[in-house]
């Protein structure tokens, strides 16, 4: 029987019967007593049915003992299955029952097992609560086209866990993933936790905010209020009140059965880990309610449980935790004993949204790098404004934006700001988002020009690891390359343009020794290697106003080039960057048709007469047409 299940269906296996099928199809189209499924269309309707027919008739091949479950017995599971079987199956222990159920989507999502037949919650891993059997991870595929092969791979890594689980310790893979067995969820108290403080602190006090839905965890207060003004604007002093918190820095993940479940419980684990005072104190301060977070080390990286501990006098109806002291002379430990009884706690999980996390989940090697690190970026238009949120999502700790223009309806399509925005200032509206959006990055605006950012504020870009200008304008980049040239040890500019309708774009990156932009352009700003050629004539569009001109071009084809702007950009943090270096980014030659353009006759020669399109290009800024092209 074993054998016969876990085995996987040869390729003479008959397919079900044209009876078998029509009668499943009958039963799972909405026949009196059976669970209805979603319309949808035909061929997925056939494919289904035909599936679950399959596999029907393979498990009725290989076992006597074969139960279909009705629609009575289905709604008891979750995930909406409109199709099981219960089949009894000899396992390593004995016999168990397993139930076999499928959902809407089956076979392109493959079936799941259920141990009817199993332990308590805790004592088997990757038996979930409800016994759904916890086999593979949310990205396994099975083949759409053998749904019996993959009913008989889960029911071999069934087999597999039983005996596992029978015959050796299963604590590593406790440990592993004891998030899984933890007995609460990311919410207590009705509000969802999240945890911003740091990674590697140790045990230690912590403050808690509690908000309406909304539990913020971290190492400060400042930490909080950052956050909060960050995400919600000035709030009141009220708004921002604080509590105590603790976390106990655990190690080795614990076991389902070493996981606290009261008060005495953290009590004991503290005290193995001397840090009882941490405790002491935080119940000190009478908290309404105390959470105390236990942080332990998987495999996998940190991971953050806790319990919540209600305020004595709160919980029941005993002495209240304060009694026979003033509020602020009741003495640490007597407080814990009050606080840290045997009453049973709130467990919970949290959530982390510390900035290693969020960039990475801690598995960046560049997110210490970048999170030190301070960028100026100038113009925050259709090009800037990308390349500033990119920047921010890649972890760059602190950005400051220069604009001074107001931002219009025209731009709402290639922009990250939208109409709520219109007439506000950019650069003061992209930092609010960014702000909002990651609310631990530091983003500053300064509402001017370059000129004026030059003359007045210098030690803003003095003070930055990089200057990123994405002005467009020729006259405020040759004054920035000249500032940068006798600037005394600033670091890298790396200036970003397009060409016409973006069918090609620009990343160049000008250290403080060597070439100067203005070593790839004429006098006037005129580019010595432009990648396109327009014989129509000129393609600067204009507004019915004096001076109102603008380059017709949409999001799509301008997004390649503002991720090659913030590539180059990171590259120069990271020390990836040597020389003045220049990227080209050319378009698929049929956008460049279908606007007009041809290929330039220098950039034709420059890529030995790649025609395509639709690639990027490096070489060293301003390097004679002849010399090589770099590795992209």
Known sequence: MTGALASRRPPSLPKASCATWLRLKKRLSGSKGAVGTPDVPDALDHRRTSAIAAVETWLVERTSSVQRLEAGDLVRFRGSPIAGWRVSADFADGERRVDIVVDAAFPFRPAKLLLVDRPAFGVWPHVERDGFLCLTSEQAAFSSEDPIGGVAALFEMAFGLVRRCVTESCDAEFRAEFLSYWPGSAEVAGRAVLGLFEPDGGSRAIRA????????????????????????????????????????????????????????????????????????????????????????RADAGDAYAGLLIPQPGVARSKVAAGRGFRPSRIPPHVAARRYFGGSAGEAFIVERADPSWIHGRARDPRFATLRGSSVVLLGCGSVGAPVATTLAQAGVGKLILVDHDGLKAANLSRHPLGAASLGKPKARELALRIRRDLPHILVEAEVMDLQRLLLERPERLLEADLVISALGNWAAEAMLDEWHQGAVCPGPVVYGWTEAHACAGHAVAILHEGKRLRDGFDSTGKPKLEVTAWPNGPTIAHEPACGAVFQPYGPVELGFITSMVADLALDCLLGGVIASTHRIWAC??????????VWSDEWTSLVDGRSEGGFLTKRLWAAPLGAEILPA
């Not at 400042?222 to 918190?245: F, S, V």
């Not at 606290?260 to 684990?269: E, R, S, V």
């Not at 503290?270 to 840090?275: F, I, K, L, N, Y």
């Not at 698929?588 to 353009?597: T, V």
């Open 588 to 597: 698929a030659e049929r956008l460049l048709d279908g606007a007009g353009g």
């Open 209 to 296: 905010w509690w908000g309406k839905d909304l539990l913020l965890l971290a190492d400060d207060d400042d930490a909080i209020h950052r956050w909060l003004r960050a995400c919600y604007g000035d709030l009141r002093k009220r708004d921002l009140k604080t509590a105590a918190g603790a976390l106990l820095w655990i190690g080795r993940p614990l076991t389902p059965s070493q996981f606290p479940k009261t008060g005495t419980d953290l009590l004991d684990l503290s005290d193995q880990r001397e840090a009882r005072s941490i405790l002491d104190d935080a119940a000190a301060t009478l908290p309404g309610a105390l959470p105390v977070v236990l942080g332990m």
